[in-house]
Nanobody, 127 residues
Framework: QVQLVESGGGLVQAGGSLRLSCEAS????????LGWFRQIPGKEREFVAA????????DYADSVKGRFTISRDNSKNTVYLQMNSLKPEDTAVYFC????????????????????WGQGTQVTVSS
């Protein structure tokens, strides 16, 4: 059974940093496109960041550009989201997602239809 398990969430003061991790039990993890999304209660889930299967291509929501960095370690079946200069408006439940396997030429980011999702981890930024 494929699982995505997020960790690393918590409470942090504005201006602080957190690193989220998402470990996936996918045999061919290195061929999957990965993404991070977030959701505030009562609002729709929104895109945060994405990374292609090789890691060569990344994309970010305008609201987090320059502050967040997505990366992956295919040897550990893990995708990360480094979040710096956190703001209260970053408070949300953060989800990782995976879509694949991708063909070698699909080494780019786009609005993939992510089929695999984690359970989410809460990030709370206090002012």
């Amino acid at each position: 059974q494929v699982q995505l398990v997020e960790s690393g969430g918590g409470l942090v003061q504005a201006g602080g940093s957190l690193r989220l991790s998402c470990e996936a039990s996918i045999g061919s993890f290195g061929t999957y496109a990965l993404g991070w999304f977030r959701q505030i209660p009562g609002k729709e889930r929104e895109f945060v960041a994405a990374i292609s299967w090789s890691g060569r291509s990344t994309d970010y929501a305008d609201s987090v550009k320059g502050r967040f960095t997505i990366s992956r370690d295919n040897s550990k079946n893990t995708v990360y989201l480094q979040m710096n200069s956190l703001k209260p408006e970053d408070t949300a439940v953060y989800f990782c997602a995976a879509d694949g396997p991708k063909e070698y030429y699909e080494d780019y980011t786009t609005n993939w239809e992510y089929k695999l999702w984690g359970q989410g981890t809460q990030v709370t930024v206090s002012s």
